[in-house]
């Protein structure tokens, strides 16, 4: 895609992802793709703001060179280092030795560990202003969103955010990069939230504290690092972020996240009962298997839902081990504070409970009930199962 101006000599560049399979080596992103944001600035200084994943260095190089030779840039800014935002970076200085790097101070320290470069780094101290011609740019240091060296910087002039993976989300860019040309926003704000729950939710209040410290600034464009650009309603993706960042500590949706794994059909036969309960309480109800999900698109519910019901058999005398993995990355992302209840079948003895327990504890989820089955479920157990659902939904729905 070739560059995109979206203010007077500031442009995009950048390039989308639809080959990689996993993000971070772990989220998948085949169906939806990503995109590397990078911002070039052509002023009397000429400033790129942050690279791009080695991926398509070609294309990323004959964007810049479309608009301006390589060498003659005078700065990069480096809002965050980890390497998709990073990896052309060696390239780019056997073209051009002599830019300045700006970064924070922890960022001049990974910069030397990631990749050996300690030429021509300029720290920039929180607030700082630079002024390349007819516009000044402001760095903010925004620690942990995503990394501790992160930083975000201000185009005083034009009031942009170049706000790095803050206010990111999956999504390769469909035809165009802005928000109010996007036919699906839909689309990229459910990606956003995914982003946001597998990439930067257990940093969230960094989050916040960053949201509050750039709170006084007024801000006409987020220009994120990965994603649309949101020109029309910038607010929108602010306010967003915010309610996320909000449910690590506070209250969260009144809904329920029911996660389950099913060896021979059991469990899911209580599970489709208990379901049948939660709905006729009138509660938005999430099902996920856990065998056949892949955990990045189980996490954003188990976020936003105060409500959890598992349902897992016994297993080799333990919770049933795709079940056992949701949890534990739940408990790695800190999820905390959730209200839930267990049903699941056993054979000859239990332990999925047990296991649940040593798992929940810690990320404090109380357990409000629970009800194990020998074998396949008799028409009690169905009867007891509509009733177990109906009652944790409405509790759920109480808000008690
Ligand atoms: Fe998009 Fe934390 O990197």
């Not at 030795?97 to 030397?112: D, H, N, S, V």
């Not at 298997?289 to 598992?310: C, E, F, K």
């Not at 049933?320 to 949890?327: A, N, S």
């Amino acid at each position: 895609m070739p560059a995109v101006e979206i203010r007077t000599n500031v442009y995009w560049i950048g390039v989308n992802d639809r080959t990689t399979d996993l993000f971070e080596g772990i989220w998948p992103i085949e169906e939806e793709g990503v995109s590397y944001n990078s911002y070039l600035l052509l002023d009397k200084k000429k400033v790129l703001i942050d690279l791009s994943k080695a991926l398509k260095t070609d294309e990323f190089f004959s964007q810049i060179r479309d608009l301006t030779p390589i060498q003659e840039l005078d700065y990069i800014v480096m809002n965050h280092l980890e390497p998709d935002h990073t990896g052309v970076l060696k390239t780019f200085l056997q073209i051009n030795p002599k830019a300045t790097i700006l970064g924070t101070p922890k960022m001049k320290e990974l910069l030397a560990n990631f990749y050996g470069v300690t030429e021509n780094f300029k720290v920039v101290e929180d607030g700082e202003i630079l002024d390349i011609g007819s516009r000044k740019l402001q760095f903010f240091h925004t620690p942990f969103v995503h990394w501790p060296e992160t930083m975000m910087t201000y185009d005083t002039s034009e009031k942009i955010l170049f706000s790095c993976d803050g206010f990111g989300g999956y999504g390769a860019l469909v035809g165009t990069i802005f928000d109010d040309e996007c036919k699906n926003l839909r689309f990229y704000e459910q990606e956003s939230l995914r982003y946001y729950v597998n990439i930067v939710a257990k940093f969230s209040k960094p989050t916040l504290n960053a949201i509050g410290k750039l709170g006084g600034i007024e801000v006409d464009v987020i220009a994120p690092s990965h994603g649309l650009i949101w020109r029309s309603n910038p607010g929108r993706i602010i306010e967003l972020y915010k309610k996320w960042a909000e449910y690590a500590s506070g209250p969260t949706e009144p809904g329920i996240t029911l996660v389950y794994g099913s060896m021979y059909g059991n469990t899911e036969r209580v599970m489709d009962v208990v379901a049948q309960g939660i709905t006729s309480a009138g509660v938005d109800l999430q099902i996920f298997d856990a065998a056949r999900t892949h955990v990045s698109y189980i996490l954003p519910a188990l976020w936003i839902n105060w409500g959890v019901v598992i349902g897992a058999p016994t297993y080799e005398g333990a919770l049933f081990p795709p079940v056992m993995d949701v949890l534990t990355h739940a408990a790695v992302k800190r999820i905390l504070n959730k209200k839930t209840a267990m049903f699941g079948s056993y054979g000859w003895s239990g332990g999925a409970l047990r296991n649940i327990k040593q798992i929940i504890e810690p990320i404090k989820w109380e357990l409000e009930d629970s009800f194990e089955f020998n074998g396949s479920p008799t028409k009690e157990d169905l009867e007891h199962a509509r009733e177990f659902g109906r009652a944790f939904a409405e509790k759920i729905k109480k808000g008690s």
